[in-house]
C-alpha cells in the first residue's frame, strides 16, 4: 500500500471530469493593425491607422466536461487603446483612445491531462467591446463592438493538487467600423483590429 501512494498522488493532480478551476494573471493584447478610412465618403489613398498595445489583469472560469474537454470563459480589466494616423493619416497624431473588454468562450482539449504538464488547445467564440471613447484629432468618435473566433494554444503545469501556472496565445481575427469628425468632415474606417492575447498567471481548482 506504501508502494502505491506516490502513483496516487501523481494521479491525482491531473485534471480530472468534474473539475471546476479559476484563473488570475496578465494579459497582453498586441494589435496587429490596420484601416480603410473614408472621409466625407472617399476612399483616403494610403491612409490608416494603428493601436497600442496593452497590459492588463485577466481572469478565468474553466470546467472539465471530461478529462480531456473542458469550457473556459475569459474576461479582464477593460484598458484603454490609442489609435493613432498612419501612414498618409500619419500628421493627424492620436485620432482618439477607446475603452474596450474583451471575453470568450473557448473549448479546449487537454493533451496528457493525467500528468503534471498538460498542452491544450482551444476553439471559441469572443465579443470586443467597447465601453467608451475619447476624443483626439477626430471628434465625435465611436466604434462598434464586434463578433469573433479565436483560436488558441497553451499549457498548464501543476504545482500540487490544487495550484498550477497557466500560459496561453489566443489569435483573435476580428474587424470594427468606427466613424467621427475629421477636420469638420464625416469619417468612417473600417478597422482591422486581429489581437494577439498573451496570457499567464496562477490556477486554483476546486
Do not use: C
Not at 27 to 34: D, I, K, L
Not at 53 to 69: D, K, R, W
Not at 133 to 160: I, K, Y
Not at 185 to 191: E, G, Q, S, Y
Amino acid at each position: 500500500m506504501l508502494a502505491a501512494a506516490p502513483a496516487y498522488a501523481e494521479d491525482s493532480i491531473g485534471w480530472h471530469k468534474g473539475d471546476i478551476v479559476i484563473r488570475a494573471g496578465g494579459a497582453g493584447v498586441f494589435f496587429n493593425s490596420s484601416a480603410e478610412v473614408k472621409v466625407a465618403g472617399n476612399v483616403v489613398p494610403g491612409g490608416s491607422v494603428s493601436l497600442s498595445n496593452n497590459a492588463t489583469a485577466s481572469g478565468e472560469l474553466e470546467y472539465f466536461v471530461t478529462s480531456n474537454i473542458s469550457l473556459a470563459a475569459n474576461f479582464g480589466i477593460p484598458p484603454e487603446t490609442r489609435i493613432t494616423g498612419a501612414g498618409t493619416l500619419a500628421p493627424l497624431g492620436v485620432a482618439g483612445r477607446v475603452r474596450y473588454g474583451f471575453g470568450d468562450l473557448v473549448a479546449r482539449y487537454h493533451v496528457g491531462a493525467a500528468g503534471r504538464f498538460s498542452p491544450f488547445a482551444g476553439l471559441g467564440v469572443g465579443r470586443i467591446f467597447v465601453f467608451s471613447t475619447r476624443d483626439g484629432s477626430v471628434s465625435g468618435l465611436s466604434a462598434d463592438s464586434a463578433w469573433a473566433p479565436v483560436v488558441q494554444g497553451g499549457a498548464d503545469f501543476h504545482l500540487n493538487r490544487q495550484i498550477s501556472l497557466y500560459a496561453n496565445v489566443s489569435y483573435v481575427p476580428v474587424k470594427t467600423d468606427a466613424r467621427g469628425l475629421m477636420q469638420g468632415l464625416p469619417m468612417t474606417a473600417r478597422v482591422t483590429l486581429n489581437p494577439t492575447v498573451v496570457q499567464a498567471g496562477l490556477s486554483y481548482r476546486f
